[in-house]
């Protein structure tokens, strides 16, 4: 890219749906770029050691080609919600070796990440968005994170994915949601000192037992207003004469919780939206 080391300011028409390889390569002056709302894909090293700060991805990217963005002095990057038809693949390394880049959020469209995403970052905390499917082997997407210090997956993922959080060697907290119910034997590095948050009797709390990875039941607190811990009556009664039965043990998840009075009565608290077995 030939006469732009001394791009301050860009703005890319709306027609334009690719921006190839090595397109803003070492523009050190570069500040900020207003990518079109229909752009379809960010070529390798499109913004690789450019001065860039920050940068909105539009939803209607597809694919994030590798070291995009690798070596630039980038702070914040958003990948904007709203186009559900949109799958989004993130290449390797990204991100990686952005050492001022402390904000990544990551939207529902991306279903792949790559490698090295925040290799060298200060990126201290991130959420994994529930739409994410696959991720590279070997070496994961946020290994070598160094500053990376919380891990929160999203409410409606199901899997956590092979290599995902591998070589995340400065984790201290992963929170977990009560719909994951599969992790891939090699989604973290279990050398750590990590602990767990998740709800009781989820399949979080099973993983953690079977890792000895200390578990904290205090995962509400991360998904305000989702996770409530209540209280609830129920009566057991006899389905022929419909009268009410004393002495039945009631238990959540296998952990008995209540035993019926003479009016088949018997109080529990459980998590209000939590599906349980009773």
Known sequence: AANVEYLKHVSIPETVTTIGFGAFWNTPRLQNIELPDELLTIGSYAFY??????????????????????????????????????KTEIGYWVF???SNLKDLILSDNVVTIEGGLIYGTQVETLTIPKSIKTCAGGFGPLSQGYALKELIFEEGLEEIPAALAYGASSLERVIIPQTVTRIASDAFH????????????SYAETYAKEHNIPFNANAGEYYPGLYTNSDYAVRIIDSSSKK??????????????????????????CFATETQQI
């Open 49 to 86: 050691s450019s001065g860039l700060t920050s940068v909105i991805i539009p939803s209607t990217v597809t694919n994030v080609y590798g070291y995009a963005f690798s070596g630039s002095k980038i702070t914040k990057v958003v990948f904007e919600e709203g186009n559900e038809k949109t």
């Open 96 to 98: 990686g070796s952005c």
């Open 190 to 201: 279990t050398d750590n000192k990590f602990v767990i948050y998740g709800i009781p009797g």
């Open 244 to 269: 009410p039965i004393k002495g039945v043990k009631i238990t959540i998840g296998g952990e008995e919780v209540g035993v019926s009075d003479e009016n088949g009565f018997v109080k529990i608290n």
